[in-house]
């Protein structure tokens, strides 16, 4: 059974930065495609960044340049880095193992099938 833990969330001001990180347990994590999405309160859930088995990255429009998705086979560990944060950056953030990587960023908008685990989540504020 795949379970996903996220950590490193926070309280940040404008321009700040947090580092979050998702471990898995269980599974094949090597051939995982992972991605990270979020959701704000009121919001639709928002695919974020997602990492390919083989380390190809792909990012929504509004953290390009900003998030970096990166992973540690060793630890079974994937990070977002998250610098030059913004308001509407607050959100709760999830990582998540893609079933259809295919789809790329959309797969983890999906109301099914797009994703095969996630976890709970953890909380990011950005205040001005």
């Known amino acids: 059974q795949v379970q996903l833990a996220e950590s490193g969330g926070g309280s940040v001001q404008v321009g700040g930065s947090l580092r979050l990180s998702c471990t898995i347990s269980g599974g094949t994590y090597s051939s995982y495609c992972m991605g990270w999405f979020r959701q704000a309160p009121g919001t639709d859930r928002e695919g974020v960044a997602l990492i390919e088995y083989d380390g190809r990255t792909r990012y929504a429009e509004s953290v390009k340049g900003r998030f970096t998705i990166s992973k540690d086979n060793a630890k079974r560990t994937v990070h977002l880095q998250m610098n030059s944060l913004k308001p509407e950056d607050s959100a709760m953030y999830h990582c998540?193992?893609?079933?259809?990587?295919?789809?790329?960023?959309?797969?983890?908008?999906?109301?099914?099938?797009?994703?095969?685990?996630w976890g709970k989540g953890t909380l990011v504020t950005v205040s001005s």
């Open positions: 998540a193992t893609l079933a259809r990587c295919d789809m790329g960023l959309a797969a983890m908008i999906l109301d099914y099938g797009g994703m095969d685990n």
